[in-house]
């Protein structure tokens, strides 16, 4: 009790406060307004915790989370301890369970969990090993710890309170373990950051300018696409190859599970006179003419 | 009730975690019972300090509080990375390091 500096400090009414407290409460018990916070608040965050871990669908595990949460901040600040309980409220509620929201919609809200046991008889051993271990918790806890007398936050009688208690400590006593975690905020920013980007650079699809570039600087194969399947006037089939502008038949667009099919060059035709077709049609038109 | 009935809220919120740690197979779902654990220990923490009538108890919970929020960060990016290629974000598909 006397192992914090801060209890050097002049407390002006709060012996009188305590002792006032002290007597209206037995000694190891809490008062009854805690009482009933307890018994509502923490039935509460043993349903939503055992709802998230049964909840079939992943978004309701998460809201089922922010209830326990949302209670155990309620918790803190009954508690004597009401920074922590607004920085659980803001932190997780708001931002990491959020946070957990969004990537739950990223990811997809139907990617629910498989049903099926990839280790045989998992889900039987998680549930002894559970119990066993509640059991132990709970019996060790109730057995060592039978009258825990509660001692009054003494750092909170501080005329800055609670939150002038905490900043002094650890701006003074926890000043080093505080720095570090801005070393460990910065890593783990970057890291966030590195693992979502780079990624996304790698994967992202090349413009049809880069593909042509590419294509010109000798990245590729050969600088056009494949020849596509001949169409004539004989046949469109995909099974018809294209021909080369030599005539003969361009490798490359034949495929390997069809059939291809010949292709027969129609019989070189006579140089036609164009104007013969036309004189001829002329001549019968003027036949039809006269013989009305 | 005394104080002591916060730490075996505590204790069963931490079991509860650790089951779900154990049963569930979707990644997300594995993370936040992770943070369900965070929060039993943060409790506990708290109510130390409170049993003790000294500070130190919260301003550890508070450490926590921050090496949970980084977690969580890296963990998501983590998650999203692999789904990203993977297709999946179950804790059984990703049994290679690699792809």
Known sequence: ?292 | MTPTYYLLLSALLFSIGAVGVLVRRNAIVVFMCIELMLNAVNLTLVTFARINGGLDGQVMAFFVMVVAASEVVVGLAIIMSIFRTRRSSSVDDANLLKY
Not at chain 1, 59 to 79: D, F, I, K
Request: glycine share 8%; charged share 15%.
């Open chain 1, 1 to 292: 009790m006397t192992a914090l500096p801060m209890t050097a400090l002049p407390m002006t009414a709060s012996p009188m406060i305590h002792g006032v407290l002290a007597a209206a409460t037995p000694v190891g018990q809490v008062s009854l307004g805690e009482a009933i916070a307890f018994w509502v608040l923490g039935p509460v965050a043993l349903a939503g915790a055992l709802g998230m871990v049964f909840a079939r669908n992943a978004v309701h595990s998460a809201l089922l989370l922010a209830v326990t949460m949302l209670s155990l901040g309620a918790l803190y600040m009954v508690e004597q301890a009401p920074f922590l309980g607004f920085t659980q409220i803001i932190v997780y509620t708001g931002a990491v369970m959020m946070l957990f929201l969004f990537v739950l919609m990223l990811v997809g809200r139907d990617s629910s969990d498989s049903v099926v046991e990839v280790l045989r008889g998992q889900r039987l051993a998680a549930a002894v090993l559970g119990i066993g271990l509640a059991g132990l918790l709970v019996g060790a806890l109730a057995g060592a710890l039978p009258v825990a007398a509660d001692v009054p936050i003494d750092a909170n009688d501080v005329p800055a309170g609670n939150v002038g208690g905490l900043g002094k400590l650890i701006f003074t006593q926890y000043l080093f373990p505080f720095e570090l975690t801005s070393a460990l905020l910065i890593t783990a920013a970057l890291g966030a950051m590195l693992l979502a980007f780079s990624q996304s650079r790698n994967a992202a699809k090349k413009t049809q300018r880069e593909t042509v570039e590419a294509r010109l600087r000798g990245e590729h194969a050969r600088i056009s696409p494949l020849p596509g399947p001949g169409v004539f006037a004989t046949s469109n089939s995909v099974a018809t190859p294209a021909l080369l502008p030599d005539g003969s038949v361009a490798p490359e667009s034949l495929s390997e599970l069809l059939e291809t099919v010949p292709v027969t060059p129609s019989p070189p035709l006579e140089p036609l006179d164009a104007r013969a077709l036309t004189a001829a049609r002329a001549e019968r038109a003027a036949e039809k003419e006269e013989g009305e």
